[in-house]
């Protein structure tokens, strides 16, 4: 059974938690040229595109991520993250650094693959066809 989602948190920022809710609705999986309408996409290894479709969220930001739930954990990052619910940490966490603007390896240093309790950010991750896919939201950053 996956973590329980930040849609958990007792305060929901509103519209977010209902996207997040009907994610599934909001996603396509097909080639690239395909789906470059999408808000935001997530490529595969395998030549797909994962694309988010929802409707606009003004004072958000979305992103997205998605990896092959059955594709082999490279042995690197098994040493160092473990095997258990591998893709579906990783989304998580390549969501929470594609909505913070920090890099992977500062992000791996600083949380590992977990996702910190006192961010902003709100995410559901769920599996599609035979995908892992995390959804993210952030508020945007008030501007100066």
């Known amino acids: 059974m996956p ?3 930040d849609l958990d948190r007792r305060v929901r920022p509103r ?3 209902g996207l997040l809710v009907a994610a599934e609705r909001h996603l396509r999986i097909g080639g690239p040229a395909d789906l470059a309408d999408a808000v ?4 595969l290894d395998d030549g797909r595109c994962v694309g ?5 969220t003004p004072g958000w930001r979305v992103a997205i991520d998605a990896e092959r739930a059955n594709a082999a954990v490279p042995p ?3 040493r160092r993250f473990g095997v258990q619910d591998f893709w579906a940490r990783w989304t998580r966490a ?3 650094c594609k909505l913070s603007d920090v890099p992977v390896a500062a992000w791996w240093r600083r949380h590992g693959l977990s996702t910190p309790a006192d961010g902003s950010a709100v995410w559901r991750t769920l599996w ?3 995908l892992v896919v995390t959804v993210g939201f952030t508020p945007t950053p008030p501007t100066p």
Request: charged fraction near 10%; proline fraction near 25%; aromatic fraction near 8%.
């Open 94 to 96: 390549e969501c929470c």
């Open 3 to 5: 973590p329980p989602a």
């Open 52 to 56: 988010w479709y929802g409707p606009p």
């Open 15 to 17: 519209p977010v938690p």
């Open 128 to 130: 599609v066809a035979d």
């Open 40 to 43: 935001t996409r997530s490529h």
């Open 76 to 78: 690197a990052l098994a």
